[in-house]
Nanobody, 115 residues
Framework: VRLQESGPGLVKPSHTLSLTCTVS????????WSWIRQPPGKGLEWIGY???????YYSPFLKSRTSISRDTSNNQFSLQLNSVNPEDTAVYYC??????????WGQGTQVTVSS
């Protein structure tokens, strides 16, 4: 199973960050589709996930600004983070899981919030 993040590398403050994860390869059923980020010099931070059923769960610290959706016909799922600020600068990862949340990882994509 291969996951690949895509989206703009630079977002202006107060704008919306939008990323897409495309899944390819394998016939394994993925139950959890997650987004995680790592700010510079800090550890990994879980953003949220969407379950195969369509239910989504978010970090309480980001819930008010976050939306995760999926497009099963194109094997993609997406992240939207609204009203970004420089503290949202990070490497953003998508991940897929079967029994756990993070069995498969994308390589990550750098997103910088700056004017």
């Amino acid at each position: 199973v291969r996951l690949q993040e895509s989206g703009p590398g630079l977002v202006k403050p107060s704008h919306t960050l939008s990323l897409t994860c495309t899944v390819s390869g394998g016939s394994i059923i993925i139950n959890y589709w997650s987004w995680i980020r790592q700010p510079p010099g800090k550890g990994l931070e879980w953003i949220g996930y969407i379950h195969r059923s369509g239910s989504a769960y978010y970090s309480p610290f980001l819930k008010s600004r976050t939306s995760i959706s999926r497009d099963t016909s194109n094997n993609q799922f997406s992240l939207q983070l609204n009203s970004v600020n420089p503290e949202d600068t990070a490497v953003y990862y998508c991940a897929g899981g079967t029994a756990s949340l993070f069995d498969y990882w994308g390589q990550g994509t750098q997103v910088t919030v700056s004017s």
